[in-house]
T-cell receptor, first 110, second 116 residues
Framework: DAKTTQPPSMDCAEGRAANLPCNHS???????VYWYRQIHSQGPQYIIH???NNETNEMASLIITEDRKSSTLILPHATLRDTAVYYC???????????FGQGTRLTINP | NAGVTQTPKFQVLKTGQSMTLQCAQD?????MSWYRQDPGMGLRLIHY???????DQGEVPNGYNVSRSTTEDFPLRLLSAAPSQTSVYFC???????????????FGPGTRLTVL
């Protein structure tokens, strides 16, 4: 699985868009980008995943660069409940394990 | 659906004691797995199973045993607990095929284990 690099922490004002970057310069052609988050030591929660096209669901949007070497998770209108550690994971679809790095600790400020 | 459930929520053991962490899911998922999370760290895979009767090792399997006799249950056994096994343990499950979200992994609430 390709290695990912994320900033250790970020802050965002409530109501603004939170943009979380992830670098995955060694990603292979068949590897997907997944995002999970973990709120206050709860079990991780799936957010979104994509291969090369931008993706959007009810929680977030995922923007993947054309060369696929980086991506950005966008929470369009961040709330205090979005305060969590966000993990960017790259792996082959259906691979047996998720490899969690250190993630980005996102703090939403009132 | 209850999703993925884990028991107990908290446990304190003495060194050398044994215990079983329980995990169950009611989503008919083929794949189940166990992770541990140490303070300030990401999750690390202990063991996983792709179906009843099939298990395999993850990154950190030493000191842990698993079995999968049914689709629903995937218990994790600590045979002789050590302080190094103090951690939060998460169980997870997902489908292995079919549908647009078959890669979404569902996690349980965790078991917080302290070994003295």
């Amino acid at each position: 699985d390709a290695k990912t690099t994320q900033p250790p922490s970020m802050d965002c004002a409530e109501g603004r868009a939170a943009n979380l970057p992830c670098n995955h310069s060694t990603i292979s052609g068949n590897e997907y980008v997944y995002w999970y988050r973990q709120i206050h030591s709860q079990g991780p929660q799936y957010i979104i995943h994509g291969l090369k096209n931008n993706e959007t669901n009810e929680m977030a949007s995922l923007i993947i660069t054309e060369d696929r070497k980086s991506s950005t998770l966008i929470l369009p209108h961040a709330t205090l409940r979005d305060t969590a550690v966000y993990y960017c994971i790259v792996r082959v679809q259906g691979a047996q394990k998720l490899v969690f790095g250190q993630g980005t600790r996102l703090t939403i400020n009132p | 659906n209850a999703g993925v459930t884990q028991t107990p929520k908290f446990q304190v053991l003495k060194t050398g004691q044994s215990m079983t962490l329980q995990c169950a899911q009611d989503m008919n998922h083929e794949y189940m797995s166990w992770y541990r999370q140490d303070p300030g760290m990401g999750l690390r895979l202990i063991h996983y199973s792709v179906g009843a009767g099939i298990t395999d090792q993850g990154e950190v399997p030493n000191g842990y045993n698993v079995s999968r006799s049914t689709t629903e249950d995937f218990p994790l056994r600590l045979l002789s607990a050590a302080p190094s096994q103090t951690s939060v343990y998460f169980c997870a499950s997902r489908r292995t095929s079919g549908g647009p979200f078959y890669n979404e992994q569902f996690f349980g609430p965790g078991t917080r284990l302290t070994v003295l």
